[in-house]
RNA sequence: GGGGGAUUAGCUCAGCUGGCUAGAGCGCUUCCAUGGCAUGGAAGAGGUCAUCGGUUCGAAUCCGAUAUUCUCCA
């Protein structure tokens, strides 16, 4: 049965919104607010909340197509991909919940229906697995799992499968159970027939694959490693979306289907090569066609390549995918951001994010490419100073601190017979990551629950103060420092979100203080910072906000939003937040703008904002407003943020500024006092930013400049126009160090003609040995230069008195120099010994410096007898 | 967050273990040659060697701190 991929991904969506479920969009791939990940690398990621407990789900029955990204974990990494036929960086994964709605009944048999009805995927090739029990968890085999299969499938085709395959948990801790897999056989007919593939289940092989995983979740795994039942139990599915196109495709690999190939085939007319002719370009397409995908939807979610975190994953990405074809297709030049359009346009409708900011998105891979070709050209330099032998330091240095690829060295190394040492290279690597682990471990402690309560809620809009009681606390150890994590029943603290730092202040708990150092998210749990527990630690908390912090950040994020909307009014409707950071000193904001701003823009963007503060215009703040209305009002969302069902909208003046914000804000615009724009920079290619100053900010950043330039006016004796007259000063001053110069050298001239008629002719030679006096040493190096220039058969000795200081000096004319008989180092270390010195120098010049001046008149004596 | 590197003329860079009065190519200015030019020739301007401190007779070079930037690891 033919179907095209996007056929086969709205017949899932189609299918399950048939069976009562809510169809959501896809969560961006770049999370926030998740310490534990960095990237969304599967369906549930997004409903992590909700199986946590600390959210309520928008709907008891949910399904999407979601974007999930893996570069690294049991069964995947970087490395890999693209060197077979199956692995992803970038992936989508359908998936079905439940969440303690439906269970395993309906799961098993809806997964069913659809592949072996609605896809039409032949029932002899599939294969289901159960959980086959742990001792270690004391867990039975899955039977309820097992007789739900065994209404719909024959019993030799139910597997039992490992805690390792058939048991699924989200991390060291949290909500876990059995899962049971659905896999196909796509070998061909004859091989079928030699080996069943019941026994190619699990084993990787390219061609006997799971397409599905159906996850229930019963358990709660705990940091001691117990495992206590679920009051409420969920369904969490996951399909394999390239990997279920291929089965329906009947293709062999994923890059087959239509999902790739397109890409692929204009990746390999470009490279002058067709795809299948040779394993390197096969393996180098594939890997540019897959990484272009990771690439671009993290960039249009927001994620910017860096050299930290999420933005060095996706660095590297790109980086490998640059190399690949560097090396295979001899894309010498950028080629990459070349593809960017056609992914835009084959994910339109599914992800419109892309299409929307296509050309960014390609600007911002295009000057990537180029910093990274230019990092290998820098480094191709760099091995040509190497010889035949390279070892693994060199290699690693090449690396670690000059970003040249390895596989790359050892690639140039092959061609030339040159030999690369990788246990070297391996082992320094090695050293480089137990530095870095040594550094970040960190130790989380299990949570203690003091009371029971429902989510915590946020009282922070509207007070500062509240009193709490403490639901539950952690432990946190990290370099020796320990912290400790408190979850308040509600509470004012902000956690750190959209840009905004998290509040700090104090918990007041029967008469004792306990400072909070920071408040943070962690999904949607508001998590206070202390530095100790409280002593009565069920006792009622007064929870108190630092009141001027917090108006500061106020006022700096409001501001933000200010800034934003006169940006676009002067600069154009495609500026876009790409990122923020607002505390109690600065706001920091940064939109996509191609080009540097002028100095006008800059002054017309300052004078808006500051007359919409003038305004005073009264703060509208509307929560749980149904996001479709409020982007009907025109607030503007951002891409890479994941929004709920309910949004928060600020709006100030409803012809200027409307935003999605879940941020705090002053109650009107006259509270900002002033705007001042502090600095304006490039971020990356397509970002600038721009640092603001706001209320007591602005004014003590303006008044620093007043008085220092009230100090300036009154050094230069208050002139009408200090600019002019600053100028004026720094011209004398250039023409008087020219006059100086010039002087100096009249002087040195006429020392030298002094000393030049001294001269005593005596065994072939031009003598010279003086006692003079100079400025400085310089002049005396000038003095010497220009006697050796005057006489090639010059002997000098100097003995000067700098500022009263005992130096010496010899130099040689070029004739003497070539004999050789003479030698001006050897000869002032020799004199130097009379001034308690030591020196040294060239052949033909050596200078010494001492501390006896009284030794000059020796130096002389000495220096007669030397050149006898 | 931790490690490594870089910062020299307007631009791209050289300057080895401290010592040729800090260089090259491109660009710039002036002049000469040709009908024209990314033309050829000649002369010239342009540098607090990132900043601050230290070691030394002597620091672009060695050491420390700061700033900026590249890069690897987490």
């Known amino acids: 049965m033919h179907m095209n991929s996007a056929t086969i991904r709205q017949k899932f969506l189609e299918f399950f919104e048939s069976k009562g479920h809510k169809i959501v969009p896809s969560a961006p791939l770049v999370l926030k607010n998740d310490p534990s990940l960095l990237f969304t690398n599967s369906g549930m990621v997004q409903f992590k909340d909700n199986f946590l407990g600390n959210a309520v789900p928008k709907s008891k029955r949910v399904a999407d197509t979601q974007k999930c990204l893996r570069v690294s974990g049991k069964h995947n990494d970087l490395e890999d991909v693209g060197l077979d036929t199956y692995h992803h960086t970038m992936f989508e994964m359908l998936g079905n919940w439940s969440f303690g709605d439906y269970f395993k009944k309906e799961a098993i048999a809806w997964a069913w229906e659809l592949l072996t009805e609605v896809y039409q995927l032949p029932k002899d090739r599939l294969y289901v697995t159960v959980f086959g029990g742990d001792k270690g968890d004391n867990l039975p085999v899955d039977e309820e799992a097992k007789d739900l299969w065994r209404a719909v499938v024959a019993e030799d085709r139910i597997l039992h499968g490992s805690k390792k395959d058939n048991f699924w948990e989200m991390g060291e801790s949290g909500p876990c159970g059995p899962c049971s897999e659905i896999h196909i056989d796509l070998r061909p007919a004859e091989e079928v027939a030699k080996k069943p593939g019941r026994e190619l289940v699990n084993s990787d092989h390219p061609q006997v694959v799971e397409i599905w995983n159906l996850v229930f979740i019963q358990f709660n795994r705990l940091a001691s490693g117990a495992l206590e039942p679920l009051p409420d139990k969920h369904v969490d599915t996951g399909m394999g979306f390239e990997r279920l196109c291929m089965a329906i495709q009947g293709k062999t690999s994923n890059y087959d289907t239509d999902v790739f190939r397109p890409m692929m085939d204009f990746i390999a007319m470009h490279g002058n090569v067709k795809y299948g002719d040779n394993i390197k370009t096969d393996i180098a397409i594939r890997v540019m066609a897959d990484h272009i995908r990771a690439v671009s939807f993290a960039i249009s979610d927001g994620q910017l390549p860096s050299n930290t975190g999420a933005g060095y994953v996706i660095r590297r990405i790109l980086r490998r995918a640059v190399r690949y074809g560097f090396s ?165 603290f902000y956690a750190e979100s959209g840009g905004q730092v998290g509040d700090t202040g104090v918990l007041e708990i029967a008469g004792e203080k306990i400072q909070v ?208 007259s600053v100028q004026t000063l720094a011209e004398e001053k250039q023409a008087l160090e020219k006059k100086l110069e010039i002087i100096y050298q009249q002087q040195a001239n006429q020392i030298k003609d002094v000393l030049a008629a001294k001269v005593v002719k005596s065994n072939g030679h031009s003598l010279i040995i003086e006692r003079v006096t100079v400025p400085t040493a310089d002049g005396l190096k000038n003095i010497a230069y220009a006697l050796r220039n005057q006489f090639d058969d010059l002997i000098l000795v100097l003995a000067a008195d700098i500022e009263g200081k005992p130096q010496v000096a010899v130099m040689l004319g070029e004739k003497v120099e070539a004999a050789k008989k003479f030698h001006a180092g050897n000869m002032v270390k020799e004199l130097a010994k009379e001034i308690d010195g030591g020196g040294g120098g060239q052949p033909f010049f050596a200078t010494a410096g001492g501390k006896k001046l009284e030794g000059l008149g020796n130096v002389i004596v000495k220096a007669t007898e030397l050149v006898k």
């Not at 990551?433 to 003091?450: C, L």
């Not at 540097?596 to 904002?609: C, D, K, Q, W, Y």
């Open 517 to 724: 150092v920071d408040t943070k998210k962690e999904n949607d749990l508001i998590v206070h910072w202390v530095e100790k527990l409280p002593a009565q630690i069920e006792a009622p908390v007064t929870a108190l906000v630092n009141v001027p912090k917090r108006k500061l950040s106020m006022s700096n994020h409001s501001a933000t939003h200010l800034l934003h909307a006169a940006l676009r009014q002067v600069l154009g409707k495609h500026v876009e937040q790409k990122g923020s950071l607002v505390n109690d000193k600065i706001l920091r904001f940064d939109f996509s703008h191609f080009a540097a701003m002028t100095n006008e823009e800059l002054s017309r963007v300052e004078t808006i904002v500051n007359e919409k503060i003038r305004e005073n215009i009264q703060l509208d703040e509307k929560r749980h407003v149904p996001i479709e209305k409020a982007k009907a009002l025109g607030a503007m969302a951002l891409f890479g943020e994941k929004y709920g069902e309910f949004v928060r909208v600020i709006t100030f003046d409803p012809s200027f500024s409307v935003e999605l914000c879940g941020g705090t804000h002053v109650k009107a615009t006259g509270q900002i006092g002033l705007l001042k724009i502090v600095s304006e920079s490039s971020v990356a290619a397509g970002v600038r930013r721009i640092e603001a100053v706001t209320a007591d900010g602005a004014f003590e950043y303006l008044n620093g400049f007043y008085n220092q330039l009230e100090q300036i006016k009154s050094q230069l004796k208050n002139p009408k126009d200090v600019v002019a």
């Open 328 to 492: 295979y297709l001899n894309f010498k030049e950028p080629f990459m951001h070349r593809l960017v359009p056609l992914l835009a346009i084959q994910l339109k409708d599914v992800f419109p994010e892309l299409h929307q900011q296509q050309e960014y998105v390609e600007k911002v891979v295009h000057e990537e490419e180029i910093s990274f070709l230019r990092t290998l050209e820098k480094g191709l330099k760099r091995i040509e100073n190497f010889d035949k032998v390279i070892s693994g330091e060199q290699a690693f240095e090449l690396y670690d601190t000059f970003g040249f690829p390895f596989d790359l060295t050892s690639l140039i190394a092959r061609e030339r017979g040159w030999s690369v040492d990788e246990k070297g290279f391996n082992e320094e690597m090695a050293k480089q990551k137990s530095r870095s682990k040594a550094d970040a471990s960190k130790e989380t402690g299990d949570w203690v629950t003091v009371a029971e309560g429902d989510k915590p809620e946020f009282i922070g809009y509207d007070e500062l103060t509240s009193t709490s009681r403490i639901l539950r606390h952690r432990k946190v150890k990290q370099k020796n420092k320990e912290l400790f994590q408190l979850v308040l029943d509600k509470t004012p």
